[in-house]
């Protein structure tokens, strides 16, 4: 008989889970959320609903407030982020401007 494993679910909106980040099993859309709010200091809503709102996939982005609650109650955390790890967009324009530093560099000694 062969084990199947079970494919993990996001503890958030129980979708598929991608993979372990902020310490918890979660889907993209999730482990994005989160990730924006801890970075961006995304503004945040209060809930409409007096806290109560029921996440999962159909309307886990209708209520930003409780899906907020949900990461941190499920145990999502900044700490168990990997550290050292920037945004990618933050990794990306580094990048962008390493190269477009190098291409000035190489332009400029061909003209010489």
């Known amino acids: 008989m062969e084990y199947k ?3 993990e679910i996001c503890k958030i909106c129980n979708e598929p889970a991608i993979g372990f980040y902020f310490g918890v099993f979660t889907c ?3 482990k994005s959320f989160f990730g924006r709010t801890l970075y961006n200091r995304a503004y945040i ?6 806290g109560n709102c029921k996440i ?5 982005t209708s209520c930003k407030s409780c899906r907020l609650q949900k990461c941190q109650a499920v145990g999502m955390n900044k700490r168990a982020s990997r550290f050292g790890r920037p945004p990618h967009c933050t990794s990306f324009k ?3 401007n390493i190269d477009q530093q190098k291409r000035q560099r190489d332009k400029n000694t061909t003209q010489r």
Not at 56 to 60: A, L, S, T, V
């Open 28 to 30: 993209g859309g999730c």
């Open 56 to 60: 999962n996939k159909e309307n886990r």
């Open 94 to 96: 580094k990048l962008y």
């Open 45 to 50: 809503p209060e809930c409409r609903n007096g």
């Open 5 to 7: 494993k079970k494919p």
